[in-house]
């Protein structure tokens, strides 16, 4: 449609298109379509919050250690073009839900000992790597209580976890369609509740939705739109609704996608129950093939359940640390050192050879004094796909550790 009558399906079509996809996205996070428009991805969804929130001199953003990489470089970048500061919340996991909060706390405190503001803070719903669920509902509720803006980056979210916006009721939330809930690349659902679409006058990059302020003067009218026209959509879906010439057919087919999982896999419920319940699974059987352990909080008592791993990814620990003195290494079980300077090139060894001789992937990264990598649960996949990672994880590791006796 858009290639064979371009000028039919953009001036009209594309509209009524988009308003049913954003209709339907809306209904399944628990919004208002007119709260809910498409961007490309995750990053451009928090880039273009922080950029419209037009920090002034003494303001800050706070943000988590674990961010994703192109999220926190986008932060930077804004800094070095404007008046925004950053503070960081550093930690390692393991770690518990209220350690997180008590650290998140104390750097807006002390933030604010400086005399500066905190005007917004940055996290998960889902960290990327490790793959752990992170508390973000209790982290929107201490914004509320202290004044900040909550701006969640829910790259994993949507069709992973169940989320409702009005129950959680966070300041803006973006979430890519194209991850978890099965349409094409790109596609990412950018939430922002009625109280805060005053804060957003422009997309990235600026297009012909663009609200002036009132003391720059009129802008031409849209050449895409009949100005003469009863208006049915607000400024804020209007703005969202062009963003200069891309193929946004991705969006368009969210509908699509949520028959198919309602149709064909079960409904949501069912969807990410399996895949919560295969990721699960999946950790223990590559943790017990590697002799180490999965990702989780370290203060869980028998029986209980970790947060951390409810949802569809997981995190398990490769017998590989990372320090320059082995003596310092304490851990039970079998497994080799390397050096920080190693590290990087083992884990980067590993993930070529994923790719290259067993045609599968998983990432292979640093966090702490250790090597981990990171497993997903999906709807095409069963516990005998891990099983076969497993063993093809042990044999990469036994490289590695002949390597590593080599070089010694």
């Known amino acids: ?4 009558r371009p000028d039919p399906y953009i001036r009209k079509q594309h509209s009524i298109l988009l308003d049913e996809a954003r209709e339907q996205v809306a209904q399944l996070i628990h919004a208002s379509k007119d709260e809910c428009v498409f961007v490309k ?29 192109a999220v926190e470089k986008g932060i930077v970048s804004l800094q070095e073009h404007s008046s925004l500061q950053s503070r960081k919340v ?6 518990s839900s209220k350690e997180l909060e008590r650290r998140f706390l104390d750097v807006v405190h002390r933030t ?27 982290l929107v509720y201490i914004c509320q209580e202290e004044g900040i803006l909550s701006v969640i980056d829910g790259a994993h979210g949507i069709g992973q976890i169940p989320l409702d916006m009005g129950q ?22 950018l939430y922002v509740p009625r109280r805060n679409q005053h804060l957003i006058r422009t997309t990235l990059p600026t297009s012909w939705g663009f609200i002036p ?3 720059s003067g009129p802008t031409m009218y849209s050449v895409l739109q009949d100005p003469h026209a009863a208006k049915t959509s607000t400024p804020f879906e209007e703005l969202f609704e062009f963003v200069a010439t891309s193929d946004d057919s991705a969006y368009i087919c969210v509908p699509a996608a949520l028959k198919f999982r309602r149709d064909v896999c079960g409904g949501e419920e069912a969807i990410m129950e399996y895949c919560r319940d295969l990721a699960n699974q999946a950790a223990d059987i590559v943790a017990a093939a590697l002799g180490t352990e999965v990702l989780q909080e370290p203060d869980l008592k028998p029986g209980e359940i970790s947060q951390m791993r409810q949802c569809a990814m997981t995190t398990v620990r490769l017998p590989i640390a990372v320090a320059d003195d082995p003596a310092t290494v304490k851990a039970p079980g079998k497994y080799i050192v390397v050096t920080p300077a190693e590290a990087l090139l083992v884990s980067t060894q590993i993930q070529n050879e994923l790719l290259g001789n067993y045609n599968t992937f998983v990432p292979v990264f640093q966090h702490g004094s250790w090597l981990w990598t990171r497993l997903s649960g999906q709807i095409f996949l069963d516990t005998n796909d891990f099983q076969w990672l497993a063993c093809v994880l042990c044999d990469l590791c036994k490289h590695v550790a002949r390597q590593s006796r080599a070089s010694a």
């Not at 000992?113 to 490790?130: H, K, M, Q, W, Y």
């Open 90 to 95: 550093s930690f390692e996991y393991p770690i």
């Open 213 to 215: 302020a009132p003391s």
């Open 168 to 189: 959680l009721q966070p300041d803006f939330f973006v979430s890519n369609c194209h991850k978890w809930l099965y349409t094409p690349r790109s596609a990412a659902v």
């Open 112 to 138: 604010r000992d400086e005399g500066l503001v905190v005007r917004a803070a940055v996290f998960d719903t889902i960290v990327s790597n490790p793959g752990v669920r992170f508390p973000f509902e209790g």
């Open 1 to 4: 449609m858009a290639d064979a």
């Open 41 to 69: 991805n995750a990053t451009s969804g928090v880039a273009t919050v922080l950029y419209n929130l037009n920090f002034q001199p003494g303001e800050v953003v706070v943000y988590f250690e674990p961010v994703y990489g």
